[in-house]
């Protein structure tokens, strides 16, 4: 297949794309290598994929139509979309950043999908959108309409503007709802890659509201596996349906469209996840306990019923064997 992956420099875009790699498909990536982290690790990532004869590299951002014109007239089998500006917290220093990614980036993207759909587009969206809502697990056909920062809003809008393209343009169209992904070539500004570095340096790492968080923490390879097996299972049109959802599934009543949870479908509590980051680091960490942040929820947590429906599958990599993979490329990368 051919395939267009946004964002193929990103932690989530690099590792499917060398999955698809892997398998034999064409991949042509996209990415703005925007300065919001270390772009000699983005470097280092498109670099790995350089490698396979069948990846093809651009390097603009989404607003930029008239590249993505270009580029996209080349023509693919479906379309994974990850470009975006990322993290919860940054969003409450540079807002206009995701307004102008997110949401200007996504628009383009589905401008130019609406002349000539692909089989499949699955666009990332994230667990954030889920926000202030208290009913746990978070299922695909819960309300979300309570943001808690503007990272989620426009992650939400994103959901919403996909949604109107389906209906009107017939796109086939997956949302993906990420749950705190983790792993290897993760982001500097994540907690296992912050956790990591100040344990191995001896620098106090910072833990939020006290400890008394839960995260659904989801390995990057079983997101990779997740998504694959998704890019077959096409949302049928609705006149298939009778016009209904079927079964659990979020499919629209009016469009090729439905959302799906990535997660690992077991939160873990925050001082349990540093008790793994320090048995894999082989040493202790310096903790500084402080008040909730901004924008922060206290527990996420996916049913991943729908996801196992469509695909037979759910994220099933453990805690332990995650993290210690993530602490062997730190040291590998950084040489400590």
Known sequence: MRILITGSAGFIGFHLARRLLER????????????????TLKRARHAQLAAFPKFQAHEFFLEDMEKLEAVYAQGFDAVYH????????YSLENPRAYVEANLVGTFNLLEVMRHAPPRHALLASTSSVYGANESMPFRETDRADHPMTLYAATKKATEEMAHSYSHLYHLPITMLRFFTVY?????????????VSAILSDQPIDIYNHGNMKRDFTYVGDL???MIRLLPAVPSAPSARGGKPVGIDSLSPQARWRVVNI???SPVVLEDFVDAVEMACGKPARRNYMEMQ????PVTYANTDLLDQLTGYRPNTPLKEGVGAFVDWYKSYYGK
């Open 24 to 39: 034999g498909d064409e991949v042509v990536g996209i990415d703005g290598f925007t300065p919001y982290y270390d772009l």
């Open 82 to 89: 990850f470009a975006a500006q990322a993290g919860v917290r």
């Open 183 to 195: 792993g290897p070539w993760g982001r500097p500004d994540m907690a296992l890659f912050k956790f």
């Open 224 to 226: 990779a596996e997740a």
């Open 263 to 265: 997660g690992a479908g």
């Open 294 to 297: 901004k924008g922060d929820v």
